[in-house]
């Protein structure tokens, strides 16, 4: 789910797009110049995730994966987000151009959130890898929802029922990006590991 | 029930022609963008897929007035005259704005299709507020209410419904204005002139290679999403097709990096060092200023009116 032109309050606009600017900026300082390929990489598949659907009974969803950006990337997640907002936006139309700034914090803010607790919580063991995955990968999404929400609402009193309604829409959405990042992330963990060791080894060689 | 509410009764069946009404224009719609992109010759079959195929600049070859605009004051005009547009609060002017957005989609010469596309794209975000909006609102004094005959229980408010079409219109007229701005002119020369504009070019490189990669792995994606199909692969609501779904995105991730490692790789060794080569040189001409100043004196006028001009009661909101 994405904002388009138009619905936020100007002062809303002009101040989510400050904040993602300072995230974007920070984000870019703490990111190794030669890793810019494999952002540019992850920001892409952020972005072709948009086209995936996967089924819930009659209709269907696509993925959004904030939290599956947050744990390939780490610090670097926030900048991902950003791009692939932009291009989403620019090539699709999901999400307004004039909400780019909005969008990129509500999917960005939860993508670094979602990494971090990836971080923290993984172990050595893939049982406790598969539950940091599914925990990252739902809080990526609740996160989201309830940035969206709180977005809304700052328009006023008037787009409550908006929000909630939006709220109430992503609840499959929860399970099922979940549900995802653990089978994504067991994946990668049998197949390419080092993919999830990346962003930590970027870190701790600094 | 506040004070001061009109409420004025309707027949049961009005709201439910109005929604099947907008439903069968959906659909239309819908129908049309396929009738017309089917008609675009696509390069069928045989050898490696061109994975250059421009999606956002697929006009750059074309004349009008906006592509023989600097990309420059072209990019930081419209953007202004979009966030005026995006900031309205009232339908006239609004309206002007969707007239000048479909103005300039007509004189830029984009093909009915693209416009189209980022139409229905965002349909289903606004299509929420066009049904919330009107039965959540909260009834205010000077409301005017519809109430449907055995529907009493869901009053229809008039500001709600005026609300969430002032935010479909000024939505669609900024997306409108996406495609003279994308559209008529390569999209490489677009990201030089944000990267004039003063936009770090660390990120306008990031912006051309996600681009770039976005086709390949649409590409990788779909063929990944053939192969499964043809092993039998189904998608259901159940776990199975979750755990397969979240191995492709795996493997389509093992893939791409890979890939994008032995792209980049490839042109450092040709002497990448973070720019692109390129011999582009921008060029204003006292017309290029003009159809800025245009675009940003319009964008500030309706921005002006619109706070300015105070419209009888029921139309105000």
Known sequence: ??????????????????????????????TDPDDLPKIAVVSSAFFVASLIHVPIGPTSVHLLIPGVVGILLGRSAFIAVCLGVVLQSLLFQFGGITAIGANACMMGIPALISGWLFRSMRGPSLPRLILAGATAGGLGIVLAVVGLALLLV??????????????????????????IAAFTVSFLFRVKPELLDMSFQAHAAR | ????????????????????????????????????????????????????????DSQAQGDSPFH?????????????????????????????????????????????????????????????????MPVTVPVKSGDTLLVFNHLSFLPFSVRGLNLAL?????????????????????????????????VPPIVCQMI??????????????????????ARGFQKKTDLRTLRNMGNSLGMLLVRSFERTQRVHDAMVSRGYGGTLPGQLQFHARPGDWLKGAFWVLAGIALLVADRLCTLPTGFRF
Request: proline share 6%; net charge positive.
């Open chain 1, 1 to 30: 789910m994405h904002i388009s032109d138009g619905v936020l309050p100007p002062s809303v606009t002009v101040g989510t797009a400050a904040v993602a600017l300072l995230f974007a900026a920070w984000s870019a300082r703490r």
């Open chain 1, 154 to 179: 700052t328009g006023g009193e008037d787009f409550l029922g908006v929000a909630k309604l939006a709220m109430y829409a992503h609840l499959p959405v929860l399970f099922i990006e979940s549900a």
């Open chain 2, 1 to 56: 029930m506040a004070a001061g509410v009109h409420v004025i009764h309707l027949p049961l069946p009005v709201p439910f022609l109005v929604l099947g009404g907008t439903l069968l224009l959906w659909l239309a719609a819908r129908r049309l963008l396929k009738f017309l992109t089917g008609r675009e010759e696509m390069p069928e079959g045989g050898g490696e897929p061109d994975y250059s195929i421009p999606l956002v």
């Open chain 2, 68 to 132: 023989r605009w600097d990309p420059r004051i072209k990019v930081a005009a419209l953007l202004c005259f979009m966030f005026c547009a995006a900031f309205l609060q009232q339908l006239p002017c609004a309206a002007a704005a969707l007239v000048v957005g479909g103005g300039a989609v007509v004189f830029a010469r984009i093909p009915l299709r693209y416009p189209l596309r980022r139409l229905l794209a965002m349909g289903g975000f606004l299509g929420m507020f066009v049904v919330v």
């Open chain 2, 166 to 198: 002032l935010i479909c219109i000024k939505a669609v007229a900024v997306a409108l204005l996406v495609d003279p701005l994308l559209a008529t002119a390569p999209f490489s020369h677009t990201v030089k002139a944000l990267v004039a504009l003063r």
């Open chain 2, 208 to 229: 051309l290679l996600a681009y770039r990669y976005v086709f390949v792995f649409q590409n990788e994606s779909n063929r990944m999403a053939r192969g499964m199909s």
